[in-house]
């Protein structure tokens, strides 16, 4: 035999090799794994990614606590997760690493899809992981103080959205600070979201203004606002003008003057909840403020889709930190007041900007828009130029308002620019459309849209001493 003879024969006998190497490989990972059972290997994945919200008195459907309450669901469970849309979770993962992420991983679907189209077997129940614990109605575990509305609302079978205000005071009698926040609808049928603001005494060196005064400045108010009350909804005025690309502007977008050099002042945020939002759980040191002598305000906006009369009184659950935090957190919310989009639109674009005043760290970013919301991308643009893109959501989902928690804190120098951008579609493609006929502007109710996007911050709790190192 010739040399190269031999060679080729090599060859071809590796090559053959080869492929039946490959063949074996493939028919073993098709071949699904024996014998998958609940109790031994799909209860660890339903625990840990869906009972979150999957368990009695919470959002979703039924239980995965129990192989007798998940089995009835497994077809379902199955086309679910396969298509990822549950758990549910929106962010492209190319950018940014989040600590709530919930995603599957491939391994965990496969699992899934094997012991669905194994039967949906229970197993031997001495193979069951220790169930997970959670505390009768809250996330946070057990709160030190809850505040609830003072009385149950009525909310009636049928009209246009409500949002409603409640004041609860918290008779705070020194400064506390919160180390976990969880605010808690009280009847999720009529229940679309919760914000909770603090409202700090007025200080005592504040002037004390007539009643006459007082109407004087509310109408001024008013009339320099480019927003309305239409019932109990705020709603940018018709002809008030029309900036889409808020960045151009001095505020970023975010003011409600026709003024569009001013912003509005940092809003004191307590927390927020709709569906998919996680409760605020703080890192070791950190903590939000609440001033002695504040006052709850519950900003609630009831939907009226429940066909039948309801109660709700929601509420807010707070644990205090042990000890003065090291740094203190700030909710920012991002907007743009100014918004149009046009009838038909298809991919309408709308941005909005703020600005770091001081060096801060970033750990969470909420979107949120209405039914026309398609898509949102967050960048930081850097004092030096550098640009990064720190969250996007290619296909936003409006029934889920995630708030995306870093798993790292980002520091961003004083002077980075936060560019919030969103794209609308207000055609008749979109399903969720309420109107594809009308010019559509900022406002409370859901056929009206928002730019926005929640973003929470540390500083030092000590900013004399932060000049120095420098945060
Ligand atoms: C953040 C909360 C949350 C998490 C986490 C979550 N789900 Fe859900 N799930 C819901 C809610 C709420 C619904 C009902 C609304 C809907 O269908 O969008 C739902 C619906 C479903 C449905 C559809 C039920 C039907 O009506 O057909 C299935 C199946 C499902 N979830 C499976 C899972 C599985 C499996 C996991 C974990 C791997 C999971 N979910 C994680 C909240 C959640």
Redesign the pocket.
């Known amino acids: 035999m010739k040399p190269h003879r031999i060679t080729i024969i090599a060859l071809a006998l590796l090559v053959v090799g080869f492929y039946a190497l490959r063949a074996t490989q493939a028919s073993v990972a098709k071949q699904p794994p024996k014998n998958v059972t609940f109790s031994k290997d799909v209860a660890p994945?339903?625990f840990k990614?869906?009972?979150?919200?999957?368990r009695p008195g919470?959002?979703?459907?039924?239980s995965?606590l129990s192989y007798k309450d998940?089995r009835p669901?497994a077809k379902?469970?199955r086309?679910?997760?396969v298509n990822r849309?549950?758990?549910?979770w929106h962010a492209d993962p190319h950018f940014g690493q989040f600590k709530n992420e919930?995603r599957?991983s491939q391994a965990?679907i496969d699992t899934?899809v094997a012991w669905v189209e194994g039967g949906a077997l229970e197993g031997d129940p001495k193979d069951l992981p220790p169930a997970p614990s959670f505390v009768e109605g809250w996330n946070i575990g057990q709160p030190d103080v809850v505040f609830t509305l003072p009385k149950p609302y009525t909310v009636e079978a049928s009209g246009p959205d409500e949002y409603q205000y409640f004041n609860v005071p918290t008779n705070f009698t020194e400064d506390k600070y919160v180390r976990a926040i969880e605010a808690r609808p009280g009847n999720r049928k009529v229940v679309h979201h919760v914000i909770v603001f603090i409202q700090p005494p007025a200080p005592a060196d504040a002037p004390k203004l007539s009643q006459e005064e007082l109407t004087r400045r509310r109408t001024q108010q008013a009339k320099e606002s480019i927003r309305y009350s239409d019932g109990f909804l705020r709603r940018t005025k018709a002809d008030a003008p029309v900036h889409n690309d808020g960045c151009s502007l001095p505020n970023g977008g975010g003011g409600t003057k026709f003024d569009t050099s001013k912003r509005d002042s940092g809003s004191t945020l307590l927390t927020e909840w709709a569906?998919?939002r996680?409760p605020d759980v703080m890192e070791p040191g950190v903590a939000k403020k609440i001033p002695a002598g504040s006052i709850l305000t519950f900003q609630v906006h009831y939907n009226k889709a429940a066909g039948s009369v309801q109660t709700d009184q929601s509420s807010v659950g707070l644990i205090f930190a042990k000890e003065p935090p090291a740094r203190l957190v700030t909710t920012e919310s991002v907007h743009n007041s100014y918004m149009q989009i046009p009838p038909g639109a298809e991919r309408h674009r709308v941005n909005a900007c703020w600005t770091a005043q001081r060096d801060i760290r970033l750990i969470t970013l909420m979107p949120h828009m209405h039914f026309r919301g398609a898509a949102m991308q967050i960048e930081a643009v850097y004092p030096d130029g550098r640009k990064a893109m720190l969250l996007n959501v290619p296909r936003y989902d409006f029934?889920?308002q995630?708030g995306y928690m870093l798993k790292q804190p980002l520091t961003l120098p004083k002077g980075t620019t936060l560019f919030v951008t969103g794209w609308f579609d207000n055609s008749a493609r979109n399903k969720f459309n309420p109107d594809p006929t009308k010019a559509v502007r900022w406002g409370d109710p859901t056929y009206d849209e928002m730019l926005l996007c929640f973003v929470d911050f540390t500083t030092d709790a000590k900013p004399s001493v932060a000049m120095s190192s420098g945060q």
């Open positions: 994945i339903f990614n869906c009972a979150e919200c999957h919470e959002a979703a459907p039924f995965t998940a669901w379902s469970i086309e679910h997760v849309t549950m758990p549910p919930r599957l965990d899934i569906p998919g996680n029934a889920w995630t």
